[in-house]
């Protein structure tokens, strides 16, 4: 039996999806989500030019095949930015696909004022 490894990015839409998060309180209609395909996290993970390797440096945060993540709300929009920046010179499929669901999760986080958190 193969093992599937599945890839999230979450994003606190209110204070109750934060609750969600941080008090382990059931309440996922607050939380954003997006699930990214094997082949977009590769994508996105690709040393030292992906997407989270560039945050990885960047903010010293760990988001990897095996590591839960967080991104502080304080670097959500610059990771936008950035985003955007990469979905504009990529011509990989899966690397387009895989930066414009973390940017629908970065653009929630944003919005509510809270981080992003990426689960492996």
């Known amino acids: 039996m193969d093992f599937i490894r599945r890839h999230f990015s979450f994003a606190p839409k209110n204070l109750e999806g934060y609750n969600h998060f941080e008090y382990f309180i059931e309440d996922k209609e607050n939380v954003y989500e997006e699930e990214l395909t094997q082949e977009e996290f590769d994508a996105l993970d690709e040393y030292?030019?992906?997407f989270f390797s560039s945050i990885n440096k960047k903010w010293k945060v760990m988001v990897d095949l095996w590591e839960d993540e967080q991104l502080p709300a304080e670097h959500v929009a610059e990771a936008l930015e950035l985003a955007n920046a990469m979905i504009?010179?990529?011509?990989?499929?899966?690397?387009?696909?895989?930066?414009?669901?973390?940017?629908?999760?970065?653009?929630v986080a944003v919005k509510s004022g809270y981080y992003i958190e990426f689960d492996n």
């Open 48 to 50: 030292p030019t992906g």
């Open 88 to 107: 504009a010179k990529s011509s990989n499929p899966a690397e387009i696909s895989g930066l414009e669901k973390v940017k629908r999760a970065l653009e």
